[in-house]
C-alpha cells in the first residue's frame, strides 16, 4: 500500500479497509491450461479407447510413440505456464486496492501503471459475484454501479461479501455526516395576525356603550 498511502490520499482523507487480492489470483491462468489438457485427454480417450489402452504399453513402438507424445504436451504446456505465471507474480506485487472515507482506489500495472478511482458518492448500487471456483477458494468480484455505468473494481479479492459490507457501511456514515453538518434550513416566516377591528369605531363614529 506505499503507492496509495504516498501519493494518493489528500487532506481529510482517511484510510479505512485494504481488500486483499486472492492468491488464486496467481494461478487462474494455469489452472486453465490444466483444464484444456484434461479436456483434449478426455475426448482423445472417448474417441478411441480400446486403441490407447492397448498400445499404451511401455516397452512397445506404440506405447513409446504415445509417451513420447506425453512428454511434448507436458513440456509445451510449461513453456506456455511458466511465463505467464511469472508476468501474474509481477501483477500482484504491484496491485493495490483502497477504501478510504471518501473514494475506492485501484492502482494495478508493473511496466504501465494505471491508477483509478471512484467517488463513494457517485456510487448508486454495489455487485459482489462468486462463481464456482471462487466460492471454494473464498474470493469473488466487486462491481460498482454509479454514473458511468456497472464496472468490475475489485477483482479476486478475499472476502467480497465482507468488502461490501464495509463499502456500504461507508457510504451511509458519509450521508449521516452530510446531514449533521449541513446548513440548517431557515423557519418560514411568521405571518403577523391582521388588528381586529375595535367595533366601537365602526363606519367612523364613536358609540358610547352604556351598561
Not at 496467481?26 to 480400446?50: C, D, E, G, H, S
Request: glycine share 6%; proline share 7%; hydrophobic share 45%.
Amino acid at each position: 500500500m506505499k503507492f496509495i498511502k504516498s501519493k494518493n490520499l489528500v487532506e481529510g482523507e482517511e484510510l479505512l479497509y485494504v481488500p486483499v487480492l486472492h492468491w488464486i489470483y496467481l494461478f487462474r491462468p494455469i489452472l486453465k491450461i490444466v483444464f484444456i489438457y484434461l479436456v483434449l485427454f478426455l475426448l482423445w480417450f472417448l474417441a478411441n479407447p480400446t486403441g490407447i489402452l492397448l498400445n499404451y504399453m511401455p516397452g512397445t513402438v506404440s506405447g513409446n510413440y504415445i509417451g513420447n507424445i506425453y512428454k511434448y504436451m507436458i513440456l509445451i504446456a510449461l513453456i506456455i505456464a511458466l511465463p505467464v505465471f511469472i508476468c501474474r507474480i509481477f501483477q500482484y506485487v504491484n496491485t493495490e486496492f483502497g477504501v478510504t472515507n471518501k473514494r475506492l482506489i485501484i492502482k494495478k500495472g508493473v511496466l504501465k501503471i494505471v491508477v483509478a478511482e471512484i467517488p463513494t458518492d457517485r456510487i448508486e448500487s454495489i455487485y459482489s459475484i462468486q462463481n464456482f471456483w471462487d466460492r471454494i477458494f473464498g474470493c469473488g468480484k466487486i462491481y460498482i454501479s454509479g454514473i458511468g455505468g456497472k464496472v468490475p473494481v475489485f477483482f479476486s479479492v478475499c472476502h467480497p461479501f465482507a468488502l461490501r459490507r464495509k463499502i456500504v457501511e461507508i457510504i451511509e456514515k458519509n450521508k449521516t455526516i452530510t446531514v449533521v453538518h449541513g446548513d440548517l434550513p431557515k423557519p418560514p416566516p411568521v405571518e403577523k395576525p391582521a388588528p381586529k377591528e375595535d367595533p366601537l369605531y365602526l363606519f367612523g363614529t364613536f358609540v358610547r356603550v352604556v351598561s
